[in-house]
């Protein structure tokens, strides 16, 4: 789901001044603050990508998981 540039801009703009005037006490360079802006976007697709595959079925029981998941790693269960 892409959200319109011009939302971007503005949640970026928000979300930039919050950085640098957030604590008195804290220096932050824009750079640090655009770092921060870049994971926290890759965060938010990262949770989109995830609810679309939730809804869309794509995802497994959690026991399947773990089964597979010991298995892959040699774990031992309980």
Do not use: C, N, Y
């Not at 540039?5 to 930039?16: C, K, T, W």
């Not at 939730?54 to 399947?64: D, H, L, N, W």
């Amino acid at each position: 789901m892409r959200v319109p540039e011009e939302s971007r801009l503005a949640s970026f703009h928000q979300f930039i001044g919050e950085q640098l005037h957030a604590d008195a006490g804290v220096s932050i360079s824009p750079e640090q603050a655009l770092a921060l802006w870049r994971d926290r976007q890759e965060t938010i697709e990262a949770v989109r990508e995830g609810l679309a595959d939730v809804a869309a079925g794509r995802t497994k029981p959690i026991e399947q998981f773990r089964r597979e998941f010991a298995e892959r790693h040699s774990i031992v269960g309980e």
